[in-house]
């Protein structure tokens, strides 16, 4: 009936976060989803793409390619490897038609976790219940490539006991670009710290995000600043209880 | 990158009168940008852009032929086209041009191209007078500073900043309210536009179909520049050509509100020619110099290309959260922000600043306010990769292209992956579930120091998702 | 010459040739939204004066004129050549100097003046913004040089906004060396982003719109 979902986890939450990707898991199966997780997976290559190594990337999205060839549907708890699959492997493969061919069929099934629930499962309450004061970060890819600003809203707004806070100003960069952070790390420590402004202005505990990378950033940040002011995906949001 | 553009950040950054000058300036423009293209504004903001984008793309598709519809019109009604390869050119014409005429005393309105090209070091070089009107670029010249931004050129200098330079440049007592500042400034260069035997401009747009410059202003000194003086050459790069007049309607509604917030400049001027019969005042000749400078090396690319379309509005500046945070001197050259990003390494070879391209984190804005679409992005991971290929070829950076296709090996063999995992996840402090403060010495190195230098390291997991996966 | 290399180069690059035809450029996109005149004065009117600028509508050519001999009175001005102008009979005020032909003595007044007085081609009622034509009717300087412009404009003159105008003159070039869309007072905020009015423009701008 198509309720089977393969999980991309991605290489940074298989090894940093692995709690992010038990949430995802579990949110999906209390919707009814069988879940699967093919173990060839690894990454999704973006940071070779960004850091302008092409023909690495490449190597290594044809894996991906592979490895989710069987898959009918994928679900992934980041925005910005949603945003590297769906819009950029087709500029690694404009000179191989059929390589291409394939990229376009898995642009079609490859999913960010909130647009998934919100667009293909079609809840908005998937049953959590969290009492915090929440403020939500928007991550680049999934804001600007993805156009995703409603729906992890639309869940958060389900969740009882949540009181949800927009931070001002709102929509900016958290400064982790990839390997940005390390070749440019005073200016994007810059730019977290203004994120983290914004955020404490808000009175909120917890920063949600639906990008990883982007909370690995933004905690970093916080705890240096001797903050306790938490991060927490979008997954564990929603799969508490 | 170059130590030179790493210092440059780094002292921005530590400025924080500075950073709170960029910042809030940015802000300002940002909000109100926000404003004036908003529903309630400009409800077809988006289709503007669609249409602004597809007669940019035709324009510089075609550009050969609009170049000459352009000289043709211009030529029609007495006025002169002259097409510069580079710098010199431009200078050795105006500079023939004033002693043929027996020209000292030129005036200037603001003009990114003319910047470009050095025109002012160049005359004065020569000893003729060559005198910046708008105000912001003005108070530059007198500080012997260049622009810090394309659309707000002295950003970064305080009233006392310029009460300084006005005591010390002007003689003045010293003076530190602005509207006073403003009024020195309108006396003395009120002198100057009337006494200038030539005016140049620059040209936001040339109109193919009319022969006419288009010139886009707030203070009124474009006007001035291009009607007192008995001569009028207009400056411009050969990409700013669109087809028609009309085709002016939709760009003058995209270029105020992107770059300011205002609904439309001050003053839009569309001039095409010396004055006509019966006309009393106007210039009497009226030149245009088409300058190349290397814009004809960014045309081959048919995805690079489109940083040609850019009208000059510093949308992207004032949303980008890197440009708000490094400011328009760190940039190496006169264009700074996003687009300076995107075209400098065109223009200089991306040998001249390698760390250009990887000065952003790729957020977007950039392209997202543009109003002739421009996927600064894009360009800029296209502008990595050639980077990167360019450091292949000469041998540079070989332990970076070592490690990453380490990184491709590994990531395509998944047994390699996980190990590897393990491992880092063995040697890497745990922190007890607490995030990471600092390393021991021999570990805090390359990126992990970098990282570390700004915020705290995530503590390692005792499992990775997929062995937490299996134990289930 | 640079020229023939320049446009050999852009060729190249764009894999054209010398003469070679165009494909037809995105249509033109001129969209004249229904707005009735007074909705189009209203408009204007508020946003002049969200810029500082002023507008004032008087009912006759009779009133325009009693209103110019009241905000010039005690101050010095000159006119343009505007048929309109004269109509109105304020070319007639006293102390107003107008009919000037000569360029020395239109930059000597206009630099001296405390007020130029024009009319206009058309307005834009969605912009509060002038489009002034240049013409032996109408010099550039007038509008340009004093600390202050006024200008006088029949209602009929005024238009939605940029579409109609491209509509009603798309080709400008044709008939004028200089048409100049003025949307208030002259303004910069070049010195600590503070909005300074009347830097090189006039700062005071005010329109009377007439009928």
């Known amino acids: 009936m198509g309720n089977q979902i393969s999980l991309f986890v991605t290489c940074m939450v298989d090894q940093l976060f692995p709690k992010v990707g038990m949430a995802m898991a579990t949110v999906l199966e209390r919707l009814g989803y069988r879940v699967d997780f093919p173990e060839e997976q690894t990454c999704c290559g973006q940071p070779a793409f960004n850091s302008g190594y092409r023909n690495e990337a490449r190597i290594v999205a044809r894996h991906f390619l592979k490895t989710f060839e069987a898959s009918e549907k994928i679900v992934v708890p980041s925005g910005s490897c949603t945003a590297m699959i769906t819009h950029h492997f087709a500029d690694l493969f404009q000179k191989e038609p059929e390589t291409l061919e394939r990229v376009h069929a898995m642009e079609k099934k490859v999913y960010e976790f909130a647009t998934f629930l919100t667009d293909v499962a079609g809840a908005e309450d998937v049953g959590a219940r969290m009492q915090d004061v929440v403020t939500f970060h928007d991550g680049c890819h999934a804001l600007r490539e993805l156009g995703i600003r409603s729906a992890p809203r639309r869940l958060l707004a389900h969740v009882k006991g949540l009181e949800l806070r927009e931070m001002l100003p709102a929509e900016e960069c958290c400064g982790f670009g990839g390997t940005f952070s390390v070749k440019f790390a005073e200016l994007s420590g810059a730019m977290v710290r203004t994120k983290i402004d914004a955020i404490l202005r808000t009175g909120a505990n917890t920063v949600v995000s639906l990008d990883p990378s982007c909370l690995m950033q933004i905690q970093g940040g916080l705890s240096r600043a001797g903050s306790s002011v938490r991060t927490m995906h979008l997954a564990e949001v929603l799969a508490s209880r | 990158m170059s130590v030179e553009f790493d210092q440059k950040i780094h002292t921005t950054l530590a400025d924080a009168n500075l950073q709170l000058a960029i910042y809030t300036a940015t802000g300002r423009l940002k909000e109100k940008r926000i404003e004036a293209v908003s529903d309630a504004w400009l409800p077809d903001y988006q289709e503007l852009r669609t249409q602004a984008n597809a007669i940019k793309k035709h324009a510089i598709e075609n550009l050969d032929h609009y170049l000459e519809e352009f000289e043709r019109n211009v030529e029609a009604r007495g006025g002169k086209v002259i097409y510069c390869k580079d710098a010199t050119e431009v200078s050795d014409f105006v500079l023939s041009l004033a002693k043929e005429r027996g020209s000292r005393l030129i005036v200037k309105s603001k003009s990114m191209t003319t910047e470009e090209v050095d025109l002012n070091e160049r005359l004065e070089h020569h000893g003729l007078e060559s005198v910046e009107t708008d105000l912001g670029e003005y108070i530059l010249q007198l500080a012997h500073e260049k622009p810090y931004h394309i659309v707000a050129p002295a950003l970064h200098k305080t009233r006392y900043d310029v009460a300084e330079i006005f005591t010390r440049e002007l003689h003045v007592a010293n003076e530190t309210v602005p509207e006073k500042q403003t009024l020195i400034a309108r006396e003395v260069l009120r002198e100057k536009f009337l006494h200038a035997d030539i005016g140049i401009s620059g040209a936001n747009f040339l109109v193919a179909d009319s022969g006419a410059v288009t010139l886009i202003e707030n203070e009124g000194n474009a006007r001035l520049t291009t009607s007192a003086p008995r001569i009028h050459i207009a400056v411009a790069g050969i990409e700013k050509v669109i087809p028609r007049a009309q085709d002016l309607a939709v760009f003058l509604k995209l270029l105020a509100r992107s770059a300011t917030g205002q609904l439309l400049s001050v003053y839009a001027s569309f001039l095409s020619g010396a004055r006509r019969p019966g006309e009393v005042d106007g210039p009497e000749e009226f030149y245009v110099v088409l300058l190349d400078n290397g814009r004809t090396k960014l045309l081959p690319d048919r995805s690079k290309r489109q940083s040609l379309y850019c009208i000059r509005c510093g949308a992207c500046l004032n949303t980008c959260p890197v440009y708000r945070k490094i400011g328009g001197h760190s940039f190496p050259w006169v264009y700074s922000g996003p687009i300076g990003a995107i075209i400098t390494p065109q223009f200089m070879g991306v040998s001249h600043e390698p760390g250009l391209p990887f000065a952003s984190s790729l957020c977007g804005a950039c392209g997202e306010v543009c109003p002739v679409k421009i996927d600064i992005p894009k360009v800029l991971l296209e502008l990595r990769s050639d980077v990167k290929k360019s450091e292949t070829r000469e041998g540079q950076n070989r332990l970076e292209k070592l490690a990453f296709r380490i990184f491709a090996w590994v990531m395509t063999h998944p047994r390699v992956y996980e190990l590897a995992g393990r491992m880092a996840g063995g040697m890497a402090p745990s922190g007890d579930g607490k995030w990471i403060n600092s390393v021991p010495s021999p570990m805090n190195v390359g990126p992990l120091k970098e990282w570390l230098s700004q915020r705290d390291l995530p503590p390692t997991p005792s499992k990775s998702f997929r062995e937490m996966w299996r134990a289930r | ?211």
Not at chain 3, 83 to 89: H, Q, T, W
């Open chain 3, 1 to 211: 010459m640079s020229r023939d290399n320049i446009l050999h180069k852009v060729r190249t690059a764009l894999g054209r040739s010398a003469g070679q035809a165009v494909a037809p450029p995105p249509p033109v996109r001129l969209r004249i939204p229904e707005v009735p005149m007074e909705a189009r004065i209203e408009s204007f009117i508020a946003r002049l004066e969200a810029l500082a600028g002023k507008a004032v509508r008087v009912a006759t050519m009779d009133d325009a004129r009693e209103f110019v001999a009241l905000a010039i009175a005690g101050k010095t001005a000159a006119a343009s050549n505007a048929p309109y102008l004269a109509e109105c009979g304020i070319t007639g005020l006293p102390g107003v100097r107008s009919g000037i032909r000569d360029l020395g003595e239109l930059r000597e007044v206009c630099a001296e003046v405390d007020i130029g007085i024009t009319s206009a081609d058309y307005m834009l009622g969605d912009t509060g913004t002038l489009v002034t034509i240049a013409s032996p009717a109408e010099a550039r300087l007038m509008s340009l040089l004093p600390p202050a412009h006024m200008a006088v404009v029949p209602k009929e003159r005024m238009l939605t906004g940029l579409d109609e105008l491209f509509t009603l003159a798309p080709h400008p070039a044709e008939i004028t060396s200089s048409m100049v869309l003025i949307t208030g007072p002259s303004r910069t905020a070049d010195i600590e982003q503070i909005l300074v009015r009347g830097v090189h423009g006039p700062g005071n701008v005010t329109v009377v719109i007439v009928g």
